[in-house]
Nanobody
Framework: QVRLVESGGGLVQAGGSLRVSCTTSGSTLTGYAMGWFRQAPGKERDFVASISWSSSRTEYADSVKGRFTISRDNAKNTVYLQMNSLKPEDTAVYYC????????????????WGQGTQVTVSS
């Protein structure tokens, strides 16, 4: 079982930046591919970004490419999502997720979720 905890959400003006973090309680993120998803009110939860367990590969949704950066620090058991040039449409609850398998090189399939952190971008 992987327990994930997000932090760092908040209110920011359009064009601003914010970094959200994801860490674990009582377990390790080492070996797990990790991802960020977001869910706006009345909408489905959407993929934002993912990073492989080795950090060698990252993927992004088209809507955030060039603005968001996912990274990880295994020594700190933490995954980050740096969000720049934020837009009002980025407003959502951001969820961290861990892959179902450790040291997997197959497609990222989220199996463990955090409780989410709210990001609000004002216009």
């Amino acid at each position: 079982q992987v327990r994930l905890v997000e932090s760092g959400g908040g209110l920011v003006q359009a064009g601003g930046s914010l970094r959200v973090s994801c860490t674990t309680s009582g377990s390790t993120l080492t070996g797990y591919a990790m991802g960020w998803f977001r869910q706006a009110p009345g909408k489905e939860r959407d993929f934002v970004a993912s990073i492989s367990w080795s950090s060698s590969r990252t993927e992004y949704a088209d809507s955030v490419k060039g603005r968001f950066t996912i990274s990880r620090d295994n020594a700190k058991n933490t995954v980050y999502l740096q969000m720049n040039s934020l837009k009002p449409e980025d407003t959502a609850v951001y969820y961290c997720a861990a892959d179902r398998l450790r040291y997997s090189n197959s497609q990222f399939i989220p199996a463990y979720w955090g409780q989410g952190t709210q990001v609000t971008v004002s216009s």
